[in-house]
């Protein structure tokens, strides 16, 4: 079977196209010669049968054996097709080897042997294959020093060494992207690939694949990514076509030539092999991938105080929390979100050459580790990136550390191992029972509140000492920053931002991205004193859309202040998207009618996204807060309003006029 070109494609000039034969020959990322059935599979027996069969070994363990040294049977393609066994015995020296980005791994070599080795000789290179020292490369060396086969493993890309030796020589690093590794001219080797293809690999550079050239023709390599840090992360590519075993099958089969099954309608291929090297072994691939941590940065590579600063701008005025989400591994992709390429004036092609025809959000894991950036890698430098995504940035005279985008460098810099937790889909629940279902509770207390006195909060609109740490919240604040007599909604540019909430017993996160809404009149037909049209105690009249809308429910201390890590929203007066006054006069009597709003906590018992309905619950005891803040859930409220008929240390459900708009998004655990 072969895969002819598939999807026209005009983006590029004619100049960039390859013309191909409909089965032309292949490279790594490979040119289809290799897309016929191989008869067998070639790889030895003794890594065949053993591997499988090695049950003492961990899951992870058994995938990292298949990462470093696993062929998937493409050894018919190097050395059959390619002929680079032939190449690399007669004339490639570890010098060579080393020049091309490959990389030696120095704990597979008896002390000394660099030393005294002719590292001009490709007689050395051959010993250093036959001991299983070249990184990525796996061959078949007889007794008189002759590659009877050559294949790749996943290594080959995704790994390096430390260069605890010399520069290409020391200990494994698994996951990390070989950005020195020439792919393209190691492939251009083949005597067997004509002078046009030759000519498109060795226009690739360091660090560059094409995973489709031999599906479409198209000329346009992206960077090798890492294979570390994957663990929490929805879709691994840059094109976010499926999860990373998907990702592992399409390369085993159709670039790296492995005998193994791949198919995928849209994309035009089936490619069916048996017996299959690769299906079976993807599970315990995957496993140890997602068992790779990412390296954390090297110490006194970054400024911590400029990192903290950094931080808050990332957070807040840059925008860069709004797509890269601490929470959720640093990309919305985990919530699904993919990104057309004028979105962030990303170049084209590489989406439009597969099925999703957008990008992910590229996570931040150890961004020091593998410049360039974007999946073209037109980005040299992190301040290339800041630059690219917010053309107006310029850097100022000095260290990085001066200035915004310095402060933003900074923080990316600082990214190390990411949280262990791994997101999951949260149960979507069927629609919660209405108010019919659960009347009201209309026993809520007349007593007043003390809200007593509350600390001045200062906005700055730089950001640069507003630290996300210590509270919940996090703001945007746009170009301007609200007094505490407006609504945040009413400034330009104040759409999105964050605070915690409840979640059946989990902590987890509400993206506010609209304004709040609040309409009048009100059902009881009385006026609503509040500067922001909101009020406390009678139901609204008019909603933000039609349908059903689920329910937020404000946990509000009433006559106490709880310690500040359980109140969400812990600034009275001020909360993202949130009004800043409220009517409580309902409640309260006179001189209520425009009161700050109170500091308070949220529970919701569902995960629809969009417009809330906002009901209050009034805490009075502090006790009874503190078995709230242990149970996290609208069940223990319920308990504790039942356990309560009389309204003494907690509140029915008070209505409201207000509604807020924000989708739930799992958390890193705030209280």
Same mark, same amino acid.
């Given at each position: 079977?072969?895969?002819?070109?598939?999807?026209?494609?005009?983006?590029?000039?004619?100049?960039?196209?390859?013309?191909?034969?409909?089965?032309?020959?292949?490279?790594?990322?490979?040119?289809?010669?290799?897309?016929?059935?191989?008869?067998?599979?070639?790889? /030895?027996?003794?890594?065949?049968?053993?591997?499988?069969?090695?049950?003492?070994?961990?899951?992870?363990?058994?995938?990292?054996?298949?990462?470093?040294?696993?062929?998937?049977?493409?050894?018919?393609?190097?050395?059959?097709?390619?002929?680079?066994?032939?190449?690399?015995?007669?004339?490639?020296?570890?010098?060579?080897?080393?020049?091309?980005?490959?990389?030696?791994?120095?704990?597979?070599?008896?002390?000394?042997?660099?030393?005294?080795?002719?590292?001009?000789?490709?007689?050395?290179?051959?010993?250093?294959?036959?001991?299983?020292?070249?990184?990525?490369?796996?061959?078949?060396?007889?007794?008189?020093?002759?590659?009877?086969?050559?294949?790749?493993?996943?290594?080959?890309?995704?790994?390096?060494?430390?260069?605890?030796?010399?520069?290409?020589?020391?200990?494994?690093?698994?996951?990390?992207?070989?950005?020195?590794?020439?792919?393209?001219?190691?492939?251009?080797?083949?005597?067997?690939?004509?002078?046009?293809?030759?000519?498109?690999?060795?226009?690739?550079?360091?660090?560059?694949?094409?995973?489709?050239?031999?599906?479409?023709?198209?000329?346009?390599?992206?960077?090798?990514?890492?294979?570390?840090?994957?663990?929490?992360?929805?879709?691994?590519?840059?094109?976010?076509?499926?999860?990373?075993?998907?990702?592992?099958?399409?390369?085993?089969?159709?670039?790296?030539?492995?005998? #193994?099954? +791949?198919?995928?309608?849209?994309?035009?291929?089936?490619?069916?092999?048996?017996?299959?090297?690769?299906?079976?072994?993807?599970?315990?691939?995957?496993?140890?991938?997602?068992?790779?941590?990412?390296?954390?940065? @090297?110490?006194?590579?970054?400024? /911590?105080?400029?990192?903290?600063?950094?931080?808050?701008?990332?957070?807040?005025?840059?925008?860069?929390?709004?797509?890269?989400?601490?929470?959720?591994?640093?990309?919305?992709?985990?919530?699904?979100?993919?990104?057309?390429?004028?979105?962030?004036?990303?170049?084209?092609?590489?989406?439009?050459?597969?099925?999703?025809?957008?990008?992910?959000?590229? /996570?931040?894991?150890?961004?020091?580790?593998?410049?360039?950036?974007?999946?073209?890698?037109?980005?040299?430098?992190?301040?290339?990136?800041?630059?690219?995504?917010?053309?107006?940035?310029?850097?100022?005279?000095?260290?990085?550390?001066?200035? @915004?985008?310095?402060?933003?460098?900074?923080?990316?810099?600082?990214?190390? /191992?990411?949280?262990?937790? @791994?997101?999951?889909?949260?149960?979507?629940?069927?629609?919660?029972?209405?108010?019919?279902?659960?009347?009201?509770?209309?026993?809520?207390?007349?007593?007043?509140?003390? +809200?007593?006195?509350?600390?001045? +909060?200062?906005?700055?609109?730089?950001?640069?000492?507003?630290?996300?740490?210590?509270?919940?919240?996090?703001?945007?604040?746009?170009?301007?920053?609200?007094?505490?007599?407006?609504?945040?909604?009413?400034?330009?540019?104040?759409? +999105? #931002?964050?605070?915690?909430?409840?979640?059946?017993?989990?902590?987890?996160?509400?993206?506010?991205?609209?304004?709040?809404?609040?309409?009048?009149?009100?059902?009881?037909?009385?006026?609503?004193?509040?500067?922001?049209?909101?009020?406390?105690?009678?139901?609204?009249?008019?909603?933000? @859309?039609?349908?059903?809308?689920?329910?937020?429910?404000?946990?509000?201390?009433?006559?106490?202040?709880?310690?500040?890590?359980?109140?969400?929203?812990?600034?009275?007066?001020?909360?993202?998207?949130?009004?800043?006054?409220?009517?409580?006069?309902?409640?309260?009597?006179?001189?209520?009618?425009?009161?700050?709003?109170?500091?308070?906590?949220?529970?919701?018992?569902?995960?629809?996204?969009?417009?809330?309905?906002?009901?209050?619950?009034?805490?009075?005891?502090?006790?009874?807060?503190?078995?709230?803040?242990? #149970?996290?859930?609208?069940?223990?409220?319920?308990?504790?309003?039942?356990?309560?008929?009389?309204?003494?240390?907690?509140?029915?459900?008070?209505?409201?006029?207000?509604?807020?708009?924000?989708?739930?998004?799992?958390?890193?655990?705030?209280?």
């Amino acid at each position: 079977m072969c895969v002819a070109s598939l999807r026209p494609h005009h983006s590029r000039p004619p100049q960039q196209r390859v013309a191909l034969a409909r089965c032309s020959l292949a490279s790594l990322a490979t040119i289809l010669v290799g897309c016929t059935d191989h008869p067998s599979p070639t790889a /030895p027996a003794s890594r065949v049968v053993p591997l499988l069969a090695r049950a003492p070994l961990t899951v992870p363990a058994q995938g990292q054996y298949i990462f470093r040294h696993w062929t998937f049977g493409d050894e018919p393609f190097w050395t059959d097709t390619l002929g680079l066994n032939h190449v690399v015995e007669t004339a490639v020296s570890p010098a060579t080897i080393l020049a091309v980005g490959l990389k030696v791994d120095a704990e597979r070599l008896p002390p000394g042997f660099l030393a005294s080795a002719d590292l001009t000789s490709p007689a050395t290179t051959v010993e250093l294959l036959r001991r299983d020292a070249v990184v990525g490369l796996e061959a078949d060396v007889t007794a008189d020093q002759h590659i009877k086969s050559l294949g790749i493993t996943c290594a080959l890309c995704h790994s390096t060494v430390d260069n605890s030796v010399t520069a290409g020589v020391g200990r494994r690093l698994d996951g990390w992207p070989n950005r020195d590794l020439n792919v393209g001219a190691i492939v251009a080797l083949s005597p067997a690939l004509s002078a046009a293809v030759k000519a498109v690999f060795n226009s690739w550079g360091p660090g560059k694949y094409d995973a489709e050239f031999n599906r479409d023709g198209i000329n346009d390599p992206v960077v090798i990514p890492p294979a570390f840090g994957l663990h929490g992360v929805a879709l691994e590519t840059y094109t976010a076509e499926g999860p990373v075993s998907y990702w592992n099958d399409y390369v085993a089969v159709t670039q790296m030539h492995g005998h #193994g099954s +791949f198919s995928d309608p849209v994309l035009g291929v089936d490619i069916q092999q048996t017996p299959d090297r690769v299906t079976p072994v993807l599970p315990v691939l995957r496993a140890y991938q997602l068992s790779v941590n990412t390296p954390p940065p @090297r110490p006194g590579s970054f400024d /911590p105080t400029a990192a903290e600063r950094g931080r808050a701008v990332f957070n807040t005025t840059a925008r860069c929390a709004s797509c890269h989400m601490p929470s959720l591994a640093f990309s919305d992709v985990n919530l699904g979100i993919l990104h057309d390429p004028a979105e962030t004036d990303m170049d084209p092609v590489r989406a439009g050459r597969l099925k999703n025809h957008q990008y992910r959000t590229t /996570p931040l894991q150890a961004l020091w580790q593998h410049p360039p950036y974007f999946h073209d890698g037109s980005a040299a430098t992190l301040l290339d990136v800041v630059r690219a995504l917010r053309p107006g940035v310029r850097a100022r005279p000095g260290p990085a550390t001066e200035g @915004r985008s310095g402060r933003i460098l900074e923080i990316v810099v600082a990214r190390g /191992p990411l949280p262990s937790w @791994r997101p999951v889909l949260l149960p979507r629940l069927g629609q919660i029972a209405r108010r019919d279902a659960f009347p009201r509770m209309r026993r809520f207390s007349m007593r007043p509140s003390n +809200f007593g006195c509350v600390t001045p +909060f200062l906005l700055v609109s730089i950001v640069a000492a507003c630290s996300d740490q210590g509270g919940p919240t996090q703001l945007n604040p746009g170009p301007a920053s609200p007094s505490f007599q407006q609504t945040q909604n009413e400034v330009d540019g104040a759409e +999105f #931002g964050f605070t915690a909430g409840w979640f059946q017993g989990q902590t987890v996160q509400f993206f506010y991205h609209k304004p709040f809404f609040c309409r009048t009149p009100v059902e009881d037909g009385n006026a609503v004193g509040s500067s922001t049209g909101c009020e406390v105690g009678s139901d609204g009249t008019v909603d933000p @859309r039609p349908g059903s809308i689920p329910t937020l429910f404000v946990m509000t201390p009433l006559g106490f202040r709880p310690a500040e890590a359980t109140l969400q929203c812990p600034v009275v007066g001020h909360c993202i998207n949130h009004p800043s006054t409220i009517d409580l006069s309902r409640l309260f009597g006179a001189g209520t009618e425009n009161a700050p709003l109170p500091a308070h906590s949220h529970i919701v018992d569902q995960v629809e996204g969009n417009w809330w309905e906002l009901d209050v619950v009034g805490v009075k005891d502090p006790a009874t807060w503190d078995q709230i803040v242990a #149970g996290r859930s609208l069940a223990t409220v319920r308990a504790l309003q039942a356990g309560d008929p009389t309204g003494a240390k907690i509140t029915g459900d008070i209505p409201t006029n207000v509604y807020l708009f924000f989708d739930v998004r799992p958390s890193t655990g705030n209280p």
